[in-house]
């Protein structure tokens, strides 16, 4: 069975979370990893997103509010 893994990265604006995502992400995929991102924020069309894109990896965005409002 495979094992997912899941990692919350939450912080100030300005702390370096997508500095941090980007570096996990690319660690990871260095060891044959699949890896996949969601970004969250008030705001809709991400920037974070939009970079992260960028950089080939898969990410998907929930934007408008916070998880804690989203899902249970």
Do not use: Y
Not at 16 to 38: F, S
Request: net charge neutral.
């Amino acid at each position: 069975m495979k094992t997912t893994r899941l990692i919350v990265v939450g912080g100030f604006l300005g702390a370096g979370k997508t500095t941090l995502l980007w570096e996990a992400a690319r660690r990871l995929m260095k060891q044959w990893l699949n890896v996949g991102l969601i970004t969250n924020d008030q705001a809709p069309e991400l920037v974070d997103s939009a970079l992260l894109s960028l950089n080939n990896l898969h990410v998907a965005e929930v934007s408008g509010s916070c998880f804690c409002c989203n899902f249970d």
